[in-house]
């Protein structure tokens, strides 16, 4: 089987999006516990003043947010190929 160089490059993107993607996966559980960290250091289970409780929050919507954001790139770079070609 013999590919020109469009389906070779279209197979590159694949692999490069799926590399992102599992990428993406594997710093979960390192974010994870960076994040988890982070909220013990500043005493998330009974904030000072408001301010700590604002960070607290956000610390907790940043879990999804950056694993997403990788795994969103992987996948936009999957769908531009398939969609472009």
């Known amino acids: 089987m013999v590919l020109n160089k469009r389906g070779v490059i279209f197979f590159y993107t694949l692999m490069l999006g ?47 947010m950056v694993t997403g954001g990788i795994i969103l790139v992987g996948v936009a770079v999957m769908s531009a190929r398939i969609w472009i070609s």
């Open 18 to 64: 799926l590399t992102i993607i599992v990428f993406g996966l594997a710093m979960a559980s390192p974010i994870r516990s960076f994040i988890d960290d982070a909220r013990t250091n500043m005493t998330c289970s009974l904030p000072a003043n408001n301010w700590d409780e604002a960070m607290c929050w956000i610390l907790d919507l940043m879990k999804p």
